[in-house]
């Protein structure tokens, strides 16, 4: 079977495709992976085979000419699960009205989507597997009939907004059903002589890494998949070969607010402050420029620019973070509490369900102080019932299938969902 896996040029969204293109390879099937030029040297650092296709996205570039600065407007992109009003169908309309054209139009440009249809009709995949946001996918493959699914790496907010956005635009009058997601796709394919079906947004099935009792209820066909943590390549530094003197906690905001937004959304000086006083044993992902700027912290507190997050988190009783995909989900996977500073996308969304499982605290921006920081570490380090949850939602986590165990479902459903070339069907 030939694979086809492909995202747009942001590395920590291409993390989640690693470990499951690693199974198909072992299996024995080819396997492709297809992104913006920007993304090749990630590509090939992962030990897969490159295919660059089109020109790099200008996502960011028109954030800084339309805002003044790269930081993107997603608290106002409040997904249903995170909100407390009820959805309606403007708030709804308003979510696809800012998406569709300052995101999923910018991260699939023209030219990828062009140059990755010349590509899928050239090698002719059997199975597509996309990041959920990257359409391009779901266009090559609708062109060429090669079986699609979305590779998920965090709970599908995407497919969840989809189900109830659609519910609502299918009771507006007929001249109010604006759909703009739908709309781009459609002119999309008529370039290629294709149509629009709302699989191309959905996708045929969708692989998902979230535990169980995380994910969002989409209605769409779903295969489980266990996490498995890659963090690009990374070296183990040796003072993980010791294990801690006292609770290890880790500080980390992630690599994405730092390289792609110009900073972290909270003062990481603060927290370290009110953390000063406890025993305890930091590491504080911070750079040199952010180190500057730290004036006091617990007496044990180390400091590295990054630690790969698989090493590090066996050896951790709790972690603060952003809410970032993989650094969740690693957290997840290794049985560790979490102090979530969530705000962007779907963090809100992830730290609400890790809290009502009690594995962990969601503090919010309005209600993030460093004093909140503190004392739900304390909670976590003097109340062992916020671990045993974290050790609950693990357990269910090791009870899906491996990337490589859902290789057989994988090939059977590409069987099931391929078919002819738009341009043969009747």
Known sequence: MRV???????????????????????????????????????ITGSGLAAVPVGTDHLIHEYRVRMAGEPRPNHPAI??????????????????????????????????????????????????????????????????????????????????????KFVALRDRQPPEHREDPTAEWLTWTLDRYGASFEE???TGQFTVDPTPPSLRLDTGLPTVGMRYVPYNGTSVVPDWLSEPPARPRVCLTLGVSAREVLGGDGVSQGDILEALADLDIELIATLDASQRAEIRNYPKHTRFTDFVPMHALLPSCSAIIHHGGAGTYATAVINAVPQVMLAELWDAPVKARAVAEQG????????????????????????????????????????????????????????????????????
């Open 78 to 163: 409040a997904f249903d699960e995170a909100r407390t009003e009820p959805l309606d169908w403007d708030h709804a309309l308003g979510i696809e009205a800012i998406l569709a054209p300052y995101f999923y139009l910018l991260a699939n440009n023209d030219s990828m989507v062009d140059d990755l249809v010349d590509f899928a009709r050239s090698w002719q995949p059997d199975l597509v597997l996309w990041e959920p946001t990257t359409y391009a996918g779901a266009v090559a493959a609708q062109v060429t009939g090669a079986a699609h699914a979305r590779v998920l790496w965090g709970p599908d907010v995407m497919g969840s907004a989809r189900r």
């Open 199 to 201: 699989e191309l947004i």
């Open 359 to 426: 594995a962990g605290f969601f503090l919010p921006p309005a209600e993030l102080t460093p004093q909140a920081v503190r004392d739900a570490v304390v909670r976590i380090l003097d109340d062992p019932s916020v671990t045993t949850a974290a050790h609950r939602l693990r357990d269910e986590t090791y009870r899906d299938p491996t990337p490589a165990g859902i290789v057989p479902e994988l090939e059977r459903l590409a069987a099931q969902h391929r078919r002819p070339p738009a341009d043969a069907r009747p």
């Open 4 to 42: 086809l896996l492909t995202s747009f040029a942001h590395h920590t969204h291409y993390y989640g495709l690693v470990p499951l293109a690693w199974a198909l390879l072992a299996a024995g099937h080819e396997v492709r992976v297809a992104s913006q030029p920007a993304l090749t040297d990630t």
